[in-house]
């Protein structure tokens, strides 16, 4: 190969702009790197005698740019301490990398909406043989160094699980929709009140309902035009959030449990009729 130019060899800050190359180590590099990348030519690379995958790989060169960087060579010992490292870094990809194509076919993008108890249960399922996967993997750098980076997957597959359960909750109807029909369902309740104690006479308690009933039509008008347009996201998160502390503290102990009596009840007459 030719010399790739002063800019390169000579510019500290150079990072692999390709103006600053010179021509002919481009011309070069375009027949060079269809030679090395030729099938024929490739052999499969194997560190501690097992096969490396591309993913692998990757953090095997992580790790050694790293250790490379600088004026001077690593000691052998830095080597070594850095191939153990890139070593258990591969196999925490791998392992996750296993978890994920599991858990897509579970629960991904395509896939109807999961309880969330049996997704919890195939969350277990797939964590513990990724983990599997990963304890059966030969790696370097001892029993120590192992359960260091098995905490790692077991935190990353964690935070990959709440994306999961965020997508998963996503595709339920009434939770997507939970804030407009709660906020519907107070502005029916309000008005409902409202009229009861205008009925028997009391004005001033009945002026506090429709003010309610007013505040709710306003965040339930607002929540609509942050949900169209994308402006103003913050009160949308606030009304969201304002909304599930509501359903999650008050609606759920009154509307399921009357829901589960209504069910009965008609169980009930089912069976009488037979």
């Keep these: 190969m030719p010399h790739p130019g002063l800019k390169v060899s000579q510019n500290p800050v150079f990072r692999g702009e390709l103006e600053d190359i ?32 591309c993913r692998e790989l990757l953090e095997y060169f992580k790790i050694y740019i790293t250790i490379f960087h600088g004026e001077n060579m690593p000691e052998p010992k830095s080597m070594l301490q850095a191939t153990a490292e890139a070593n258990n870094l591969a196999a925490v990809s791998s392992a996750k990398a296993f978890y994920v194509r599991q858990m897509e076919e579970i629960c991904g993008g395509d896939t109807p909406y999961m309880n969330t108890e049996a997704l919890e249960k195939e969350n277990l399922r797939c964590s513990n043989e990724a983990i599997l996967q990963f304890k059966n993997t030969r790696k370097m750098g001892g029993v120590e160094m192992s ?22 909750n996503s595709k339920n109807l009434f939770k997507s929709m939970r804030t407009p029909a709660v906020l519907v369902l107070l502005m029916i309740v309000d008005y ?11 004005d001033s308690i009945a002026g506090i309902f429709t003010s309610l009933c007013f505040i709710v039509a306003i965040a339930l008008i607002s929540w609509c035009y942050v949900r169209y347009s994308g402006y103003g996201r913050e009160i949308g998160c606030v009304i969201d959030g304002a909304i599930n502390w509501t359903w999650e503290n008050l609606l759920s102990q009154v509307v399921l449990p009357a829901s589960h009596v209504g069910l009965q009840m008609a169980a009930n007459a089912t069976k009488k009729q037979n």
Excluded: C, W
């Design 22 to 53: 010179d021509e002919q180590f481009k011309s070069n590099l375009k027949t060079l790197i269809p030679r090395l990348l030729d099938p024929n030519n490739l052999t499969v690379k194997s560190i501690n005698n097992e096969h490396v995958t």
């Design 147 to 168: 359960l260091m980076y098995l905490e790692k997957l077991d935190a990353e597959m964690a935070e990959q699980f709440q994306y999961f359960l965020r997508q998963n």
């Design 192 to 202: 409902f009140l409202q009229e009861v104690f205008q009925f028997v006479g009391l």
